[in-house]
C-alpha cells in the first residue's frame, strides 16, 4: 500500500468525531492537521486521535500542512468562505452538507473548482450509502415496476435555543439546510429524473429561520412529497411506490438497510454491517482525488446547485409563509 492520503480538517465540532473514527477504517488516509477557532477543540480532537497538526487558523494550516484535501465541518454560515480559501491554495474540498445557503455561493466555488480542476464536494454521505446502490438497481431492474409516487420524511423536536445552530440565521440554520437537502437529494439521486416544479410551504420562525418544510416535488412521470422539521418527530422513513410494489427505508439518510416489497414475493431486505457510514464518502474523495477528477459522480456539482437552487425557492416563500415564535414554543 502506498502513502496514505492526508486529510485536514476545519472545525472540531461533534461530527469531526464520527469523520476522525471512519478516516482510520479506511486503512487508507489519516487525519493529518486539524483546525477550530474556538481555543482548545482543535487540540482536544488531536489528543484523542492521534492528530499530530493543531492550529487556531484556518490559513495557517493550508500554509504549513502538506495535505492532500480538506474537510470543512463548521457551521452553514462559513462554508463558503472556507471553501473559496482553500481553492486559493488549490487544495481539495469535501464539505458538510448544506454546502451552500444560496445558488450564487454554489456556482461561484464550483466554477472556480472547475477553472483550477481543483476537486470539490458535498459530503452528501447518504448518496455513498451501499442501500442507495441496491435500490436504485432493483428500480433498473424493474422490480417495483414504474415508480410514480415517493415520500421521504425527516423530523425531529430540536432543542428551541434561539442561539443554536438550528435556530441561529446568522450560524445557517434552518431546517432547509439540515434536514430539506437531505430528502431533496435521496429523492432526486434515487429516481435519477428530472424535476419540473417544487410546490413549497414552509413555517419560518421569529429567529428568521425556516422551521419546518412541505414539499411537492414533481418530476418526468412521478410526484415526490418530502417533508422536514425541526418541530416534531416524523419517523424519519422514505418509500417509492412503484405498479408492482414498493422499497422502503427507515432512517433513509443514515440508516443501513433497505426492503423490498415486490407483489406476490417474499418481502426481500438488503442490510450493510458498516458500524461508520462516513467510510464511503471518504474513500470517493481518496479516489477522486488520486484520479485528478474535479466532481463526484455521486454526487456532482449539479446535485449541490440545484439543492441551493431549491434554497433560494424556499427563501422566497418568508414573506408569506406561517410564522411562529419560538419563545412560545420553548419547552
Not at 426492503?259 to 474513500?283: K, R, S
Request: glycine share 8%.
Amino acid at each position: 500500500m502506498g502513502e496514505k492520503f492526508r486529510f485536514g480538517i476545519m472545525g472540531a465540532g461533534n461530527i469531526t468525531r464520527q469523520f476522525c473514527d471512519a478516516v482510520e477504517r479506511t486503512k487508507t488516509a489519516v487525519v493529518a492537521a486539524v483546525a477550530g477557532r474556538t481555543p482548545g477543540k482543535a487540540a482536544k480532537l488531536a489528543e484523542e486521535f492521534q492528530i499530530p497538526g493543531v492550529y487556531e487558523d484556518y490559513e495557517e494550516m493550508l500554509k504549513k500542512e502538506q495535505l492532500d484535501a480538506v474537510y470543512i465541518a463548521v457551521t452553514t454560515n462559513a462554508h463558503y468562505e472556507l471553501a473559496m480559501l482553500c481553492l486559493d491554495y488549490r487544495m481539495p474540498v469535501l464539505c458538510e452538507k448544506a454546502m451552500f445557503r444560496t445558488y450564487q455561493e454554489a456556482k461561484t466555488v464550483f466554477d472556480r473548482s472547475e477553472e483550477l480542476g481543483v476537486f470539490v464536494m458535498e459530503g452528501m454521505w447518504s448518496r455513498f450509502l451501499p442501500k442507495m446502490a441496491v435500490i436504485r438497481r432493483w428500480i433498473a431492474q424493474g422490480r417495483i415496476g414504474d415508480v410514480t409516487m415517493a415520500q421521504v420524511d425527516i423530523g425531529f423536536q430540536a432543542p428551541r435555543d434561539p442561539a443554536n445552530r438550528y435556530f441561529n440565521r446568522e450560524l445557517g440554520g434552518g431546517a432547509m439546510y439540515d434536514l430539506t437537502v437531505y430528502c431533496y437529494d435521496i429523492l432526486t439521486g434515487l429516481l435519477e429524473k428530472p424535476v419540473k416544479s417544487v410546490d413549497i410551504q414552509t413555517i419560518w420562525t421569529d429567529t428568521d429561520v425556516d422551521a419546518a418544510e412541505l414539499l411537492q416535488v414533481q418530476m418526468e412521470g412521478c410526484l415526490g412529497r418530502l417533508a422536514a422539521s425541526f418541530l416534531t418527530d416524523l419517523g424519519d422513513k422514505a418509500v417509492l411506490f412503484g405498479s408492482k410494489g414498493r422499497i422502503e427505508m427507515k432512517n433513509p439518510h443514515y440508516g443501513q438497510d433497505c426492503w423490498l416489497y415486490e407483489d406476490g414475493q417474499e418481502p426481500e431486505m438488503f442490510a450493510d454491517d458498516q458500524e461508520n457510514g462516513f467510510v464511503y464518502e471518504i474513500q470517493e474523495v481518496v479516489d477522486c482525488v488520486r484520479r485528478g477528477d474535479v466532481e463526484s459522480q455521486v454526487a456532482p456539482h449539479r446535485m449541490t446547485l440545484e439543492a441551493s437552487r431549491l434554497y433560494d425557492q424556499i427563501l422566497k416563500t418568508k414573506e408569506t409563509a406561517q410564522k411562529i415564535t419560538l419563545s412560545s414554543i420553548i419547552g
